[in-house]
């Protein structure tokens, strides 16, 4: 027993430490030495950063998310290329839960509609349209609320509308819708 506390005193791993004294509780009664142990923890540190290594390295990396691009084709043709005019409708939410809406690029005819009326309104001219021209500009005003713009986007979904973008609005939109507003007593 000498020996295997004695190498166990040399090894780096864990000590005793037999410095403690022999007490004496009472008349005749001895009490055996206590010796008390101290483990060196050094090794463990070693094991810790084995074992961070290995969770690192054999721990899938997220692989990074990317928006899909849809690219036009190329086309030889300048003329095939371009989209028909009226192939767009420009929805632009306003005051009041308005919405106003033209087709093509001629502002000038602008039209109001409401929220429960712009569904109809979009699968008429998508019907309309050929599917794969069809695209839908969203352009909320300035006084346009944030839930309109969640609104128009839930149409986009609920509609099927698979192009769509939101713009900003010129100042020539806005005065129409301005008039617009004006002749129908909104504020």
């Known amino acids: 027993m000498f020996l295997a506390l004695h190498l166990i005193e040399k090894d780096a791993m864990a000590e005793l430490d037999t410095s403690g004294g022999s007490h004496k509780k009472g008349p005749g009664v001895k009490k055996s030495k206590k010796l008390s142990t101290r483990v060196d923890l050094t090794p463990m540190c070693d094991l810790g950063f084995l074992l961070i290594t290995f969770f ?13 691009l849809i690219l036009p084709k190329d086309v030889d043709d300048i003329h095939k290329q371009q989209e ?50 069809f695209e839908v500009v969203l352009k909320p005003t300035q006084d346009a609320s944030y839930r309109n713009a969640v609104d128009i986007i839930d149409e986009m979904t609920i509609d099927a509308v698979k192009h769509y973008a939101f713009v900003d609005i010129t100042p020539y939109e806005y005065q129409f819708i301005q008039k617009t507003e004006q002749a129908n007593g909104i504020h």
Do not use: H
């Open 56 to 68: 690192i390295f054999t721990t899938t990396m997220s692989r990074p998310t990317a928006m899909r």
């Open 84 to 133: 028909p005019e009226g192939s767009v409708i420009t929805l632009m939410p306003g005051k009041n839960n308005q919405i106003y809406y033209y087709e093509g690029a001629d502002p000038s005819k602008l039209k109001p509609a409401n929220f429960a009326s712009i569904r109809d309104i979009i699968l008429d001219k998508k019907r309309r349209t050929d599917t794969s021209w």
